[in-house]
């Protein structure tokens, strides 16, 4: 395939102006001179510092190996190549500190992408930024560089981050540590906030704010998920009456529920006695739950789950297309909302097989006259096609990060004409 013209950097204006990349140390990976020159090209117009170049695998591990632990900051490499190839590559690179970051590029079947997407990258080694098809352009690579400066607590070491114990959640929620940051959902037709979505953070008192992924896991399956929701909760109530005492017109937040929540009887009596207390319309909320939730207690969830609607409540399908039977699940289930996962919307103007399962997701929705959301959107491109193909609304880094509660008037303010200006351009 051959390949186009960087994109000139002034389309690059959307990105953060800190720039986490800048002057550091990158090894391109890729056996043709042509492709490997043009991709360092790219770099230096992103003003990466060192620029180094391997042909294979193996020559990659013998240049980052010079620098030791996370001595090198990016490692953006190729699929198909001789000797060690791309896949590989990352299966090593899974198991050691010499990069803090990957991305994967190709221009082969973009199911191959997909397949090193779905590795398991949770170890803490390295960090899978995300993959793109061949030619790559400038500011595709740039979005996803951008995630590079998103990450909670950097590495300082080749370890597995520390499992808190039941003892120490436990303080966390009675000390209410775990906090609600919201990410703003957008209508893609006018611009308009129509929504929220609460995402938990634990603001840890020596380790700073602290991502789902330190602490979600370990609250799995535990009786400490009853308490930790019931806080995230009691504080989304909180801000929601905040906010229409500052004038704001009414807004919907949804808040994710887990299986075990989802199917017990006795929670849900408390969590609809707390919403009840607080004065905030059922209207107010959205539950979210996944496919996984509604499968693990199948009877139980959709009791509850009829339950709530009757009260008022929106239900959503979280991470759809991600289960065997999303689809039998969605259809039978009395949701008003379907969150379309990331996975099937980054990239989806340019993968051909990802855009497949978009326009099923919206095809269904519209079917059964329930609301689309389109989660993880970054690139205009994506946000354009999402406008052409008729989804409801989307939320993504493209649109707004997720903020602390005092944020949110002074970004509506801000933000307001840019979001109507992207409406313009779907």
Not at 6 to 27: E, I, K, M, Y
Request: charged share 20%; with cysteine; proline share 5%.
């Amino acid at each position: 395939m051959p390949m186009s013209e960087p994109t000139s950097t002034a389309q690059l204006d959307h990105l953060p102006p800190a720039r986490p990349w800048t002057g550091q140390r990158v090894l391109v990976v890729e056996d043709s001179t042509v492709q490997r020159g043009y991709l360092a090209g790219l770099l230096r117009q992103l003003a990466f510092g060192e620029i180094l170049q391997a042909g294979d695998g193996n020559e990659a591990l013998q240049v980052l190996e010079r620098f030791g632990e996370f001595g090198t900051f990016l490692v953006l490499t190729d699929l198909e190549m001789p000797g060690m190839d791309g896949i590989e590559l990352t299966c090593q690179l899974r198991e050691r500190c010499l990069a803090r970051y990957l991305i994967v590029v190709s221009a082969r079947d973009p199911r191959l992408l997909e397949i090193v997407e779905g590795m398991n990258f949770d170890d803490g080694h390295i960090d899978l930024l995300g993959t793109l098809l061949k030619p790559v352009q400038l500011d595709a690579l740039g979005m996803l560089l951008a995630r590079a400066g998103s990450k909670a607590v950097p590495r300082t070491a080749c370890v597995q981050p520390e499992r808190p114990t039941a003892d120490v959640l436990k303080q966390a929620i009675e000390m209410k540590q775990f906090i609600p940051y919201f990410q703003p959902k957008i209508a893609i037709a006018n611009g308009h906030l129509r929504g929220l979505e609460a995402l938990a953070r634990w603001q840890h008192p020596q380790r700073g704010l602290l991502a789902p992924i330190h602490f979600i896991d370990a609250l799995e399956g535990t009786p400490l998920m009853a308490g930790f929701t019931l806080l995230i909760v009691q504080q989304v109530l909180e801000r929601l009456t905040e906010w229409r005492h500052a004038g704001l017109p009414p807004l919907t937040v949804s808040i994710n529920l887990s299986a075990e929540n989802l199917a017990e009887r006795s929670f849900i009596d408390r969590l609809t006695d707390l919403v009840e207390a607080s004065g905030v319309p059922t209207s107010a909320l959205v539950w979210e739950v996944t496919e996984t939730a509604v499968m693990r207690q199948l009877s139980q969830a959709l009791t509850n789950m009829g339950r709530l609607r009757l009260m008022g409540y929106g239900l959503a399908m979280d991470d759809f297309g991600i289960g065997y039977s999303s689809m039998q699940q969605f259809a039978r289930c009395p949701f008003t909302e379907l969150k379309i996962d990331r996975a099937f919307v980054n990239g989806a103007a340019q993968w051909p097989n990802r855009l497949g399962v978009l326009k099923s997701a919206l095809d269904l929705a519209r079917s059964l006259n329930v609301a689309t959301v389109a989660e993880g959107v970054e690139l205009m491109e994506d946000w354009q096609l999402l406008g052409k193909l008729g989804c409801d609304m989307a939320q993504g880094y493209l649109l707004a990060k997720p903020m602390p509660a005092q944020d949110l008037v002074g970004w509506i303010k801000h933000d307001r004409r840019r979001l109507k200006a992207l409406a313009e351009q779907t």
